[in-house]
């Protein structure tokens, strides 16, 4: 111990990086620029996208106007993707607090087919719209007092819905499609037009601008951001993390029940045994594509309305081309692997010093 004082403190070498040499300067100028612009990503893969189609598609960027509404390639794909721009912003919320919703596509469901076992009974349309949306309320409380009440695990507790959920609608419709015929107004909402747009866009427009309102004008945002970073810390730090989680669920499946009034709307009839199937796992990809994290903590409103828009495209796309719908099951399922590399802790150490 000779030589050592200790009653100086000790000092650590500082161990400074490796300067990047002049080839790399630019493409870490870039991942810094890229890091900072969340949406840039998601952008980027859309546009490109975007531009395959244009190629591989002829007219695909052609729009027509008739009788004051605009068709074409572009507006079908917004409007088919409507019902998954909803499914996503709910799920958005739900998985932002290290939850997840696989129940989705059965709310979407069971939503469709109250709403059209009501109409065919000749009940007012606002009833009709309100006992689907109450249903869908019903099936969010029902998974949020599962998680935050009982604490079970997010997959489990909505895998319970996901089952009996779509039983409970068959059921409901007696294991049969519900054609709707009448009113007209029942259609407006998956079907109709305004300003030469499709009414689905407004809804999707109108659900987006009030929910990234409550998240940005209040610190809403900041405390799902907290809970999914660490709930045990925002616990602590004086946060209702019961009820936040509880919200999300109510939340997702409230975004659900809409999908399912606009599919029905869209396709004139409640299929209990086919609507919203699989709408979970494509919602959970477009959150991921637009920069959500599935760890919790990080996640864009607008990102993943970008991700469904990418999802749609990509099927459109596809089915355009003549190729089987089996392809795009492998597409996506390809696409899915590349996400979760992407968002692995090695790929991203990776180039850095």
């Not at 890229?34 to 893969?45: D, I, K, N, S, T």
């Not at 507790?157 to 089952?163: D, E, G, K, R, W």
């Not at 009414?199 to 945002?221: E, N």
């Amino acid at each position: 111990m000779s030589g050592v004082d200790l009653t100086q403190p000790l000092r650590r070498k500082r161990v400074r990086a490796p300067a990047p040499s002049p080839a790399q300067q630019p493409w870490q100028r870039l991942r810094h620029w890229a890091g900072r612009h969340a949406l840039l990503q998601p952008l980027a893969a859309l546009a490109l996208l975007l531009l395959v189609a244009g190629i591989s598609v002829p007219g695909f960027f052609a729009l027509e106007l008739k009788d004051g509404h605009l068709y074409g390639s572009l507006i079908d794909i917004l409007n088919r993707a409507a019902p998954l721009m909803l499914a996503a912003m709910g799920l958005t919320l739900v998985i932002a607090t290290r939850g997840i919703d696989v129940s989705v596509g059965a709310v979407v469901a069971i939503a469709g087919t109250v709403a059209a076992t009501l109409v065919l009974a000749q009940a007012p349309l606002w009833q009709a719209l309100c006992a689907a949306l109450g249903a869908a309320l019903v099936c969010g409380v029902w998974n949020g007092l599962l998680v935050a009440g009982l604490g079970l695990q997010p997959i489990i507790a909505t895998l319970i819905l996901m089952v009996a959920g779509r039983g409970l609608a068959q059921l409901c419709a007696d294991g049969q499609i519900l054609t709707v015929y009448s009113p007209a107004s029942f259609f407006v909402l998956g079907g109709g037009y305004l300003l030469g747009l499709p009414v689905a866009l407004f809804v999707v427009a109108a659900v987006f601008i009030a929910t990234q309102l409550l998240l940005r004008r209040t610190a809403l945002g900041l405390f799902i951001q907290a809970v999914g970073i660490n709930p045990v810390a925002a616990r602590l730090a004086g946060l209702r993390t019961t009820a936040l989680i509880f919200l999300a669920y109510v939340f997702c499946s409230l975004c659900a029940g809409l999908a399912g009034l606009m599919i029905a709307s869209n396709i004139k009839s409640a299929d209990a045994n086919n609507a919203g199937l699989l709408l979970e796992l494509d919602a959970i990809l477009a959150v991921t594509l637009g920069g959500g994290s599935l760890a919790g903590g990080r996640f864009s409103l607008a990102g993943s309305l970008v991700g469904a828009l990418i999802i749609q495209t990509l099927s459109y796309t596809i089915y355009s081309l003549g190729v089987p719908p089996e392809v795009n099951m492998v597409v996506k399922a390809i696409v899915v692997f590349a996400v979760c590399i992407s968002q692995s802790t090695a790929f991203r150490s990776k180039g850095q010093p």
